[in-house]
């Protein structure tokens, strides 16, 4: 597989050969008929009111629109007809409801995770990620301690809920599932710097949905502590009051409608620091717009604590 810029699809064609990928799973390179884009959903073995996800591969950086969950053929058909664009891929597979969603990457022989309990795949939205460090068979976690924010699919509407900290038989599960999949996320390895972005469903089944080449320094970095000179950026107006020396924690929930809102406050940022504090986890949007304008992003060490874990 080379560098290119439709590695989303590229990616998801690898992740399906090492089994990891959601299954049926359709590419198309061009906007195809309404009967043949029927004919072949059938054939890969979609079936009609099943939940499905369309999303696209396009060669530029571009916000592209993802669905959430289609229930007929006709949807698919209308939805790709909404939004292609020349160039784009198309991507169709079954909706895959999350328990985890997260990232996973590669430092020398240790394994980084970052991981959140969530009822979508939108790491958008995700704050207060915890991460999983592996060596062999030990584990070292960071766990955020306090409760926080993430959101569940309603129908065609998110609902925001409140989830509690990890517990102790969740950390052995993951730590299992991870585990008991390591040879074959391995095989991810031999394409440097490139992570995967995972779900964990119910089942506890590891399911990737593509790898990424994501930009910035500094990237497989444990959760740091600041300075005490700290200004925290809860809300646009917040960046306001800062005096432009203190280190910055960005605290904001951004969605993909909030980007230019968002670049706006990188720019006040960009002429005076080259990295800042974040809640957010590695590919999440905020994160990826940041290293996008040349500020690199690092995990907030604030309310996590320290637990290590051996995995028998």
Same mark, same amino acid.
């Given at each position: 597989?080379?560098?290119?810029?439709?590695?989303?699809?590229?990616?998801?064609?690898?992740?399906?050969?090492?089994?990891?990928?959601?299954?049926?799973?359709?590419?198309?390179?061009?906007? @195809?008929?309404?009967?043949?884009?029927?004919?072949?959903?059938?054939?890969?073995?979609?079936?009609? =009111?099943?939940?499905?996800?369309?999303?696209?591969?396009?060669?530029?950086?571009?916000?592209?629109?993802?669905?959430? *969950?289609?229930?007929?053929? /006709?949807?698919?058909?209308?939805?790709?007809?909404?939004?292609?664009?020349?160039?784009?891929?198309?991507?169709?597979?079954?909706?895959?409801?999350?328990?985890?969603?997260?990232?996973?990457?590669?430092?020398?022989?240790?394994?980084?995770?970052?991981?959140?309990?969530? =009822?979508?795949? #939108? @790491?958008?939205?995700?704050? /207060?990620?915890?991460?999983?460090?592996?060596?062999?068979?030990?584990?070292?976690?960071?766990?955020?301690?306090?409760?926080?924010?993430?959101?569940?699919?309603?129908?065609?509407?998110?609902?925001?809920?409140?989830?509690?900290?990890?517990?102790?038989?969740?950390?052995?599960?993951?730590?299992?599932?991870?585990?008991?999949?390591?040879?074959?996320?391995?095989?991810?390895?031999?394409?440097?710097?490139?992570?995967? #972005?995972? *779900?964990?469903?119910?089942?506890?089944?590891?399911? =990737?949905?593509?790898?990424?080449?994501?930009?910035?320094?500094?990237?497989? *970095?444990?959760?740091?502590?600041?300075?005490?000179?700290?200004?925290?950026?809860?809300?646009?107006?917040?960046?306001?009051?800062?005096?432009?020396?203190?280190?910055?924690?960005?605290?904001?929930?951004?969605?993909?409608?909030?980007?230019?809102?968002?670049?706006?406050?990188?720019?006040?940022?960009?002429?005076?620091?080259?990295?800042?504090?974040?809640?957010?986890?590695?590919?999440?949007?905020?994160?990826?717009?940041?290293?996008?304008?040349?500020?690199?992003?690092?995990?907030?060490?604030?309310?996590?604590? *320290?637990?290590?874990?051996?995995?028998?």
């Amino acid at each position: 597989m080379k560098k290119l810029s439709l590695v989303k699809a590229e990616s998801l064609i690898f992740l399906k050969s090492l089994g990891l990928a959601p299954e049926p799973l359709l590419i198309f390179d061009r906007l @195809p008929l309404k009967d043949n884009l029927f004919t072949e959903l059938k054939k890969a073995g979609f079936y009609e =009111g099943q939940e499905i996800t369309v999303r696209f591969a396009f060669p530029q950086i571009m916000e592209m629109p993802r669905s959430v *969950i289609l229930k007929s053929f /006709n949807e698919v058909d209308a939805f790709i007809k909404k939004y292609f664009r020349k160039s784009s891929l198309i991507i169709i597979h079954p909706f895959v409801r999350a328990l985890y969603v997260g990232t996973l990457y590669f430092a020398g022989q240790k394994i980084f995770i970052n991981i959140i309990k969530s =009822g979508i795949w #939108e @790491p958008s939205v995700a704050k /207060n990620c915890d991460i999983f460090i592996f060596e062999k068979d030990k584990v070292v976690i960071y766990r955020y301690k306090k409760p926080r924010i993430t959101y569940w699919p309603q129908g065609r509407r998110l609902e925001k809920k409140i989830i509690n900290p990890l517990d102790k038989k969740e950390i052995e599960n993951l730590s299992k599932i991870f585990f008991q999949n390591k040879d074959i996320l391995f095989s991810i390895k031999k394409f440097p710097k490139m992570i995967l #972005e995972f *779900i964990i469903t119910p089942a506890q089944k590891l399911i =990737g949905m593509e790898l990424e080449y994501p930009k910035g320094k500094n990237l497989f *970095i444990p959760p740091q502590s600041p300075s005490e000179n700290l200004k925290i950026i809860k809300r646009y107006k917040d960046i306001e009051k800062w005096d432009r020396q203190k280190d910055l924690l960005l605290s904001i929930t951004v969605f993909r409608r909030d980007r230019d809102k968002f670049l706006d406050l990188v720019k006040k940022i960009k002429p005076f620091k080259k990295e800042v504090f974040v809640e957010y986890g590695l590919l999440s949007h905020p994160a990826i717009l940041l290293r996008e304008q040349g500020i690199n992003t690092k995990p907030y060490m604030a309310d996590y604590e *320290i637990i290590k874990h051996q995995i028998n």
